[in-house]
């Protein structure tokens, strides 16, 4: 009978810790989408200087990362193959990335940043450092340690979703 009565009390617990996420989940996604929002502004604030958009900022950082097949690529970026081979022949076009044969796979195609390409990354990353300074003007480093360590945990908790590893961010 003790161990029902524990079971039940247990039980309990669960579904009230279960209550409570549900209602911080709520009011997270309060928040959410305008924060989503935010976060997208300040993309297109920090890369706009250069002619580019986050989403081709994107793909130049992954490039930049080692990521450097169209179909990584689209897989990194969730968008369909043809729609990466318009990105890459629009940034290949403007002498940023450049198209080679894998030489590990002749039937595979890689990219690379050409040195143009490289400094236009290293400018987009010093861009979106400032505006990240701005961003998190106010929070102290304890607090910016911990948005960093909880969105590490979300994306390591839906790495099945993204289905490309970013890099390990240190």
Same mark, same amino acid.
């Not at 029902?4 to 247990?10: D, H, K, N, V, Y």
């Not at 709520?26 to 706009?48: T, V």
């Not at 690379?112 to 701005?134: C, I, N, P």
């Given at each position: ?12 617990? *669960?579904s009230q810790v279960?209550? +409570?996420? &549900? ?15 935010? $976060?997208?502004? *300040? ?8 002619? +580019?958009?986050? *989403?081709?900022?994107? @793909?130049i950082t992954l490039?930049? =990362?080692?990521? *450097?097949?169209?179909? $990584?690529?689209?897989?990194? @970026?969730?968008? $369909?193959? !043809?729609?990466? !081979?318009?990105? +890459?022949?629009? #940034?290949? &076009? ?11 796979? /002749?039937?595979?195609?890689? #990219? /690379?940043?050409? =040195?143009?390409?490289?400094?236009? %990354?290293?400018? $987009? %990353?010093? !861009? ?5 300074? &701005? ?11 911990s948005l960093l ?5 979300? #994306? ?15």
């Amino acid at each position: 009978m003790a161990s029902t009565s524990l079971q039940t009390s247990q039980e309990g617990t *669960n579904s009230q810790v279960t209550e +409570i996420q &549900e209602a911080l989940i709520d009011e997270l996604n309060e928040y959410s989408l305008h924060f989503m929002w935010f $976060m997208r502004q *300040n993309a297109i604030r920090a890369f706009e200087p250069f002619g +580019i958009r986050p *989403n081709k900022a994107l @793909l130049i950082t992954l490039l930049a =990362k080692g990521i *450097n097949h169209p179909k $990584m690529i689209s897989d990194a @970026l969730d968008i $369909m193959p !043809s729609a990466c !081979s318009a990105m +890459i022949a629009e #940034l290949e &076009e403007k002498a940023w990335i450049e198209r080679s044969i894998d030489p590990n796979d /002749k039937r595979k195609v890689q #990219l /690379k940043l050409t =040195k143009t390409g490289q400094k236009l %990354h290293e400018k $987009m %990353h010093a !861009s979106w450092t400032e505006v990240s300074r &701005e961003r998190l003007q106010g929070l102290s480093e304890e607090d910016i340690h911990s948005l960093l360590r909880i969105s590490k945990l979300i #994306l390591d908790n839906n790495q099945d979703v993204l289905e490309t590893d970013f890099g390990q961010i240190e």
